[in-house]
């Protein structure tokens, strides 16, 4: 069984109320949960409130630093547009993880390793 960490994102305040990162991480747990993915409460990480476009996030750093540590084996996210709003970033951010040897799981995007 994988070790992974969830991550789930929201920006506005719109997004906040209409309870999108309740639902994101609820998708994403009952995911890792049929993938076979074990993922322990303190490493579903949430940035609310918090732009796709800027890497300085907390929940971001925290799982950066899950990454880098050898923490996880996979990262579990809902959408590319979830962990960055701009592509180059997504792919820094994928290759990072990759480089780790962390894979990194779009469960609304083609399986192809990168966004």
Not at 5 to 14: G, N
Not at 52 to 78: F, K, N, T, W, Y
């Amino acid at each position: 069984m994988k070790i992974a960490a969830i991550y789930a994102r929201v920006s506005s305040d719109q997004q906040k109320e209409e309870n999108t990162i309740a639902s994101q991480t609820a998708a994403l747990v009952e995911f890792a949960r049929e993938q076979g993915f074990s993922v322990p409460d303190e490493w579903v990480i949430e940035d609310e409130g918090f732009s796709g476009a800027s890497l300085l996030r907390p929940g971001l750093e925290r799982l950066r630093d899950l990454v880098a540590e050898g923490q996880i084996q996979a990262v579990l996210i809902h959408a590319p547009d979830r962990l960055s709003r701009k592509y180059a970033y997504q792919v820094l951010l994928t290759e990072e993880f990759t480089r780790h040897g962390v894979e990194t799981v779009f469960v609304k995007a083609p399986q192809s390793g990168t966004p």
